[in-house]
Every structure is written in C-alpha cells, then in structure tokens.
C-alpha cells in the first residue's frame, strides 16, 4: 500500500541533528522567507514522498519521477533512463543509515542502497513495494513491504517472524521508542516487538473507531508522534498523549516535525501548513506562497531551514531571513513606500503612492483619513506634536487633534507638491517644487534662493546649518545667514543628491542618484562609488546602525558598509572598501528602495521603503550562517568524458563543475579555485560554479576549489582532484633527450664540415701562395736574375766593348720589361680590387686585358643576362679563370685562348678552352708546385659547382665549370 512517505527518526537523527539552526519561531510565519520550486524551475514532476539531507550536504527527495538530488541551485534526477539499477521511477521512502548509506524504497520497484557513488539494487526485494525503512538502536535495519517485513544486519536479509513464529504481512510504518520497543503498523494495526515477540495493541487510539492513520516522526527524546483518525498523538514510554485534535486543523495531518528549538510542524491533507510554538499555532498556505495546500513531507536541514514537500505541486522552503517584510500579506495596505517617520509616541507613519498617509501602531496598519490626496512624498511631525504630509499635488496637510488644514499656493507654498519634509530644531523645513520654506510661529516663510527643480531633500544639521537637494543643480548650504553652493568645482561629480544623513560624530553623508555615496567632513567632500567596492552608485537613503556602520537604500537592494573603511579609505589606508547587501533572497519582496524612505526607529532598528512595502531590519540580530560548508565537484570532464586519473595525450579541453552545499542562498555562495600545475594563485572570489581549462601541456595537475556559504564562512580545505595528462612520444623527456644528442650531433657534423671546408680553403690559398711562389720564381726572379746579369756584364763591358755593353742593357730593359707585367698579373690575381667594387665580368675583363703583353691572344665573351653571384661563388671562378689561363699561356703552346661566360636561369657556365697541344684528360697533368686541374675542381666543388675538362693529345683543352643557380 503506498502512501505519503514518513519521516523516520534515525533519518532526522543523523542528518538534522545538532544544529543550532532554526526558523525564528519569534517572527510570524508569515513574514518568515518562503522559496518556492516547481517544474519550471527543473524540479521532477510529481508527488515529494520524502525529503532528506546527506551528511555532504546535498538534499534528496523521492518523487515519483525518480530519486532528485538539491545543491541549491539546481537538481540532478536519477530514474530508470539513466540508472540501471532502477527498476522503477516512483521513490516512495528513504532512510540514510549510521555508515552513511541511503537506502531507497520503489513501489513494485524493490530496494536501492546507494554508496560512495554506486547504486545497487538488493535482489531478495525485486519486485516488492517497500513503503517503509528504519535502522534501530542496534543498527539492525527494518524493511517493511506491502506484503512482508525483513530485516537486515551484517550483509544478511532475512524475511522476519518472532520467537513464535508470528509474523507480519507488510509493514507500512515502522519506528523505536526511548525504550527499545519496536513499533509496526500493519494492515490497520499497531504491533509491537518486545524481547524478540511480536504483539498487537487493541485499546484506543490504537483501535476501535479512532484509529491510527499515520505514524510518521520520531523526536531526538524519543516520543513518536502519529496522526489517528481524529487527533494528533505522541507516544512516549508505552504513554498515549493527545496534542491536537484534527478539528483545530480543519483537516486530517499528514507529516510532522518538531525543530531543533522545539517548534511543532504540521503538514494537512488540503489545509497548507501549520507550526505550534509556545501555545501559538500559526498557518500558512497558497495564499502566503505554499504552492499547494496538500503537504506530503517536512525535514529540516543542518541550517535550520524547513522543507516542504506537497502533491505534485512543488517544493517549498522557510527559513529566516535578514529583514522582516511589511506587505500586502502581513496586512500593509499598500505597495509604494514613499517615505518612513517615527513620531513621538515611537508610532510608525508610512508615506505610500496609493493610500495615503497608512499609521501603524501595535501591530497594526490603519491608513490616515481626512487627507487632501492619496498619494504623500513625506511626513514629518513638529515640536507640537502636529503631523504633517507632503502631498503629490494638494498641498500640504497638518494633522492636529484630529483636524487637518492644508495649506498650498495660495497660503505661499513654492508649489502644491512637497517632496520632502524635516522636523527642525525650532522649524518645520519644506521642500517643494521651486524651493525650500519653513513653517515657524504659524507662519510659511521661503528659505533660501528659489529653484527651477524639486526639492528631493532638505536637511537641517546639528550646528544649524540647512541643506537643499534639487534635481540637477547646485548642492545650496544655508550657514551663518550665506549661501554656499557646491558644485563640480567642489568636487560633487553628480547634481543629483537624493538624501542627507548627519551620523554620531557630526560627519554628514550625503547619497545621489548615480554618483554613489559622499562625505562632508571639514568643509572637504569625499566621494565613494562602486569602483571603490561601494555596492550601488544608487543611494536613495542613508542610516546608521550602533555598531558603526552606514546602511544605504539603492535601486537593488539593502547595503551596509563600515565607517571604519570609509574613514581609512579618505585617509588612503586602503583602496577597496566591503559592502554587505541584503536582497530579494533575504527577505525582501522587492529590492528596490525608495528615494528618501527610510528610518531608524528609537529601538534601533532599521525601516526602509520599498516598490512592494516596507522591510524592517535588526542590526542587533541579524541572522547569520556560521556554517561551514561541504565543497564538492560535481562533474570533472576532459574532452566531454568524465575525467579519471590519467588523460590521454592531445585532452584539448577541462571543465569543472563544483558546489558550495549551503542551501541558504546558495546563489550568495562563493568559490575559489587553482589548478595546481597551471595556476600560480588562486582565482578571485566569485558565484561561478564553473572551472575551464584548454590546450594544457602534458603533466600532473591537482585542481583544488574552496568555497564559502551565503555569509562568507569559508571553507578553506574545500576538494581536489588529482590527474595526470600524458604526452605525446615527442612530447616525453625521452624525445627531447633524444632531440638534444640529435642537434649536438649535428652540429657536431656541421663544426667537422666547416672545419673541413675552412682547411680546404687554407689548403687552397696554401697551395695558391706556393703555386705563386713557384711561379715568381721561375718567372720574376729569373727576370730579376737575368737583369743583374746583363747590367754585370755591360758594366764589365763599358771600357772594352761599350756595344756590347749596350746590348747587355737593351737585354735588361727587356727583361725588367717582362717582369713588370708578370708582377702586374700577379697583383691582379691576388684579389683584383675590380671585383670587390664592380663584380665578376669586370674582374674577369681586367685580367684578359692583362694578358695582352703575352704573344697568345685571350679573348672574353659574355652572354645572357649579367647578374651578380655570390661573393664566393665569384672569387671561385675568377680563381679557375686565372689558373686556367694562366697555365694555357705557360703550356698549351696554344695560338689563341677562349673565355666564355655565360649566365642562364638554371645556371652560370664558365668555359676556358684554348687550341694547343692538349693532353691526355684521363692522364691529367698537375702544374707548377702540384697546383693544376685539381684545384680548380677542388674550387669548383667549394662552390656547389661541377668541374669538366675536355682534353686529347694535339686536339687543345677546355675547361667548363658549371654553377647551379642555387649556389
């Protein structure tokens, strides 16, 4: 039989124990905070049979949709699509043991125990409905089904029957009291199991026609409080006390719980909710914001707050919150707070768009009658006693015994409408339409120049001075029988100042629409805006609380900051200052303020007027959330797959999903994350509940997140997860060793190469200085020599054969002659200036032209399209041009020589070729010194060039090197 979960005992014991948390049962019900979640909001559709909370943190609730698990912000459904040890959707009860373990019942579904993650279905119960599930003193877990009860301790289920063999045909409820007794309801009977035997209570309520319908909670004491027919009962020790008959509820009960501070919860059949504390009994229903009457479950989590599962009509939330809300459902009969004024009697006046001026006193709202129009900017009160209302259009009205005048243009009022309004040491000062007045003596004076704005606010401080806000002008300060204005040149950035407030050292804060929040101290203004950490740039109105702090009123919310920060912010001890805000989630209907509509009342606490009526805070007891919350990752993915501890090589991208399990506000919730491996610092504080990373190099990493409740108690130890990304092989060290000995042997080859051609080419210029050696020897020196010879002789001839003598000079002259121009050949072939200044073709021209003193004639001839080489690649070749005509002048007997030249795209071709006696080209003879046919090849080769000789006996010689375009 399947019916509206219980909630067992050991479930509250072990999870909703101990926690100093509890709704307020001070503060009415209804202006407690209700949340609300339905389908719209992600929530599984269907009826919420149970409701519990994991030592995690996490919230759970069977619903006949599946198993749905709550971290605040959103929930994560398990069903039979996705779990396969489901065998059906409907979770109909659920137990969380001493070890931790949820145990799941399903209708025709079986039991479910869920473990560190893993689901595993009990096999002994397929099939079965299990409607009831309860861990006892001993630890022994009970089962009861719609047609049995087992039970199960140390890994073994076992179909239950007493000592003489009774046994039970299902169990629809199952509970423990303080004494040890065992109590099951069965088929419309109470039995109970003492000292292993099972028997049946008959005397009422547990029969006759008052009967037992639901046993449904167990207190930490031990007293069992169950529902009959027509009452609510508790038992404790064997003893039946009745609490409630079920006519005080108008309806049957369907869950209970009592809270941590012993406040009694009763959920109905279809009339909402109710809470029982200190002989009070309060309701709430769909009228205050249950989204349904009928209430199927009540758990209370670690944070006090009270879970309310229904009838497939959602899942509500109370809890307390940090304001106390006056509207429309606490009976304030108006939306619009325009303005706040505490009289003499600490009686409260609301200044509302649509009713009026609305007195509330003792608790209770009345709206003023007799008033000249419904809509009222501002109240005040004068030393008489007299009540004043600034009106929207009719003027100004005062309430005196009973009477009220009003008083507007005709009576010298700057305009009907009147914005503001302040109660003066000795005058009552008006803001209007055009300008400021006051009232004195019976008497409406101006104050100050007239204006071509509103007045929003006037301000009189302790040492007399006055203050005039308009819209869009000058700030005007009436002192000493002056008018000071304040403008942009005193540093009041916006002209729109909104509210004025003089706190208890006599510093006066002035707020403005849109340039935040400024000091007046010492004739000096200081500015506060949200760059500075200020939380709006919005300031409609400006209190001070006794604990040092400014609250301010803004366009989204309740904020306060310390004056301690705002004073070391002047003085640039510090550059960020810290705002607490109070919000929707927090209380308030509305989170926009008014302009103007606020005040503290003479027990200290705080009224602020907002778009959906008033909100009260108590700076001496705001409630705050001491709780330390659990950190968890709830989704760690690499490349879109659940991440493990090592990664495969080319994981492009990381993403993780974490959360703060306070479920206060969990929206408020805060976190810091790092990837240790990655990050150097932890990241700055924000509500993203998301990490991503991409394109990480191969490594190990630990990615660690710490969290903070609504509050800002912090979790500091938060949660980490370790994992390893591999590499590639050529990312691995192996690879780069690998790749380091491969570049050092390569340059290694490049050093030996280099060395190589560096001892090739000093071979080269080696061989080229002996083969000029050789040659100068053979040549200038034996000039040299013949010339000393012939002048010996001629000067041993002078005296006896003076022609003789003439001869021997002639001779000389030739021969100095001669090694003139072999000098002048040498020079040129050294390294012919020409070429360093005019390139290759005119080099190669200025030696051909040399050798013109030689009886063979050298004839050069270019084709192609000049270009020039490079410098190397030019010397080389006017090198083989030298050598080869050198040696084809000393040896080739030739008649004529040939240099040909020839630039084409694909490559340059040099060709040296002459007409005398050629050799033998597989025989090759070397020249003087061993410098001949192989060196030119030796040069070519340097270059990148290839070196050809064509040669036959009597047939000449050509010489063709042939250099790539690439060289």
């Known amino acids: 039989m399947m019916r509206s979960a219980c909630v067992i005992v050991c479930l509250l014991i072990l999870n909703f124990s101990h926690h100093s948390f509890a709704v307020d049962a001070t503060v009415p019900l209804t202006q407690t905070v209700l949340d609300t979640w339905t389908s719209e909001n992600q929530l599984p559709p269907g009826r919420i049979h149970k409701i519990l909370q994991t030592r995690d943190g996490y919230l759970w609730l069977a619903t006949d949709s599946g198993l749905a698990r709550f971290d605040g912000i959103k929930f994560a459904l398990f069903d039979s699509q996705n779990t396969s040890a489901f065998a059906q959707d409907a979770v109909v009860e659920m137990m969380l043991d001493h070890e931790g373990c949820l145990w799941l019942g399903f209708f025709k579904g079986g039991l479910v125990q869920y473990k560190e993650g893993n689901f595993t279905p009990v096999p002994e119960l397929a099939g079965q409905s299990t409607v009831s599930i ?15 009860l087992w039970s199960y301790k140390r890994g073994q289920f076992e179909s239950f029957r007493d000592s003489t063999g009774v046994e039970l045909h299902g169990a629809r409820d199952i509970t423990q009291t303080a004494d040890g007794i065992l109590w099951f309801w069965s088929h419309g009977d109470t039995w109970e199991l003492k000292n292993n035997k099972l028997s049946k209570r008959t005397e009422p309520p547990f029969a006759a026609e008052d009967t037992v319908e639901h046993p449904f909670y167990l207190e930490r004491s031990g007293k069992v409080w169950f529902s009959t027919t027509n009452q609510l009962a508790s038992l404790e020790n064997e003893n039946v006390s009745s609490f409630k008959n079920n006519s005080e509820f108008g309806d049957r009960v369907s869950s209970v719980l009592v809270d941590s501070h012993s406040a009694v919860w009763i959920g109905t059949r279809n009339r909402g909710l109710f809470r029982y504390f200190n002989g009070k009994l309060e309701h709430l229903t769909v009228e205050n914001g249950l989204t349904l009457n009928e209430i199927f479950s009540l758990a209370e989590d670690r944070e006090g707050s009270i879970w309310i599962g229904t009838n497939a009509a959602g899942l509500n939330r109370l809890r307390d919150g940090k304001v106390v809300t006056f509207s429309g459902i606490q009976g304030m009969p108006a939306k619009y707070i325009q303005g706040i004024f505490e009289d003499s009697k600490a009686s409260l006046w609301f200044a509302t768009e649509e009713k009026g001026a609305v007195h509330f006193e003792n608790g209770q709202f009345a709206i003023q009658q007799g008033l000249s129009g419904n809509s009222i900017y501002s109240i005040a009160e004068d030393s008489s006693g007299a009540m004043w209302f600034g009106t929207a259009g009719w003027g100004l009205d005062k309430l005196e015994r009973g009477k009220v005048t009003v008083y507007n243009k005709k009576d010298g009022l700057r305009g009907d409408a009147v914005l503001s309004l302040y109660p003066g040491k000795e005058h009552l000062l008006i803001g209007s339409l055009t300008g400021a007045m006051e009232y004195k003596d019976g008497t409406l004076k101006p104050l100050g120049p007239e204006v071509p704005k509103p007045v929003a606010a006037i301000y009189e401080a302790s040492n007399g001075d006055i203050w005039i806000a308009s819209y869009g002008v000058d700030l005007i300060r009436l002192t000493e029988g002056k008018t000071i204005t304040y403008g942009t040149k005193q540093g009041l950035l916006d002209h729109h100042v909104l509210c004025f407030h003089e706190d208890s050292e006599g510093t006066l804060w002035l707020g403005t629409y849109a340039g935040g929040l400024y000091r007046f101290k010492n004739g000096i203004l200081q500015s506060y805006t949200r760059k500075n950490g200020l939380y709006q740039n919005v300031v409609y109105s400006i209190l001070e609380d006794d604990h040092n702090r400014l609250w301010m009123g803004s366009s989204n919310g309740i904020f306060s900051v310390s004056k301690r920060e705002l004073k070391d912010f002047a003085d640039g001890k510090i550059s960020l200052i810290h705002s607490t805000v109070i919000g929707k989630e927090d209380g308030m209907k509305s989170a926009e303020c008014n302009n103007g509509s606020a005040w503290k009342t003479k027990d200290g606490k705080l009224w602020f007027g907002t778009m959906d009526g008033a909100v009260m805070l108590d700076p001496d007891r705001i409630p705050m959330n001491s709780l330390e919350p659990s950190i968890v990752l709830e989704q760690a993915l690499a490349d879109d797959q659940t991440i493990t501890s090592s990664l495969s090589p080319g994981t492009k991208k990381l993403e993780f999903h974490f959360a703060s399990l306070s479920l206060v506000s969990a929206s408020k919730n805060q976190f810091q994350y790092m990837l240790e491996g990655f990050d150097s610092d932890w990241s700055w504080p924000s509500t993203t ?50 790749c380091l000995l491969l570049i050092l042997l390569i340059l290694y080859m490049l050093y030996r190469y280099r060395l190589k051609q560096i001892r090739s080419r000093f071979q080269l210029i080696l061989e080229e200085r002996n083969r000029i050696s050789h040659e100068m020897h053979d040549t200038i020196t034996q000039d040299f020599s013949g010339i000393i010879l012939q002048l010996q002789a001629a000067e041993l001839q002078s005296a006896n054969d003076p022609k003789a003598s003439l001869e021997s000079i002639s001779r000389a002259r030739e021969l100095a002659s001669t090694g003139l121009s072999e000098s002048r050949r040498f020079i040129t072939a050294l390294r012919p200036h020409l070429l360093e200044k005019n390139g290759l073709v005119p080099a190669l021209s200025e030696f051909v032209r040399t050798t013109h003193s030689s009886s063979i004639p050298v004839k050069l001839d270019i084709s192609g399209n000049e270009r020039p080489l490079a410098q190397n690649v030019e010397d080389q070749l006017l090198r083989i041009s030298q050598e080869a005509i050198t040696n084809a002048l000393k040896y080739s007997k030739a008649s004529s020589i040939g240099v040909h030249l020839n630039f084409s795209n694909a490559r340059t071709t040099l060709k040296i070729s002459d007409n005398g006696v050629g050799f033998d080209s597989k025989n090759m003879p070397e020249g003087p010194g061993g410098f001949g046919i192989p060196g030119m090849k030796e040069r070519a080769m340097s270059i990148g060039a290839n070196c050809f000789v064509e040669s036959e006996p009597g047939k000449g010689t050509t010489i063709i090197v042939e250099v790539p375009e690439k060289s």
Request: charged share 20%.
């Open 689 to 738: 509940r998301a990490a991503y990373y991409s394109n990480l190099p191969p490594g190990n990493y630990t990615f660690r997140v710490r969290g903070s409740n609504n509050d800002g108690v912090w979790n500091q130890k938060g949660t980490a997860l370790k994992f390893h990304i591999a590499p590639y092989f050529f990312q691995r060290k192996s690879f780069y060793a690998f």
């Open 134 to 148: 309860f861990e006892d003193k001993s630890h022994r877990v009970w089962i009861g089904t719609d047609t049995s």
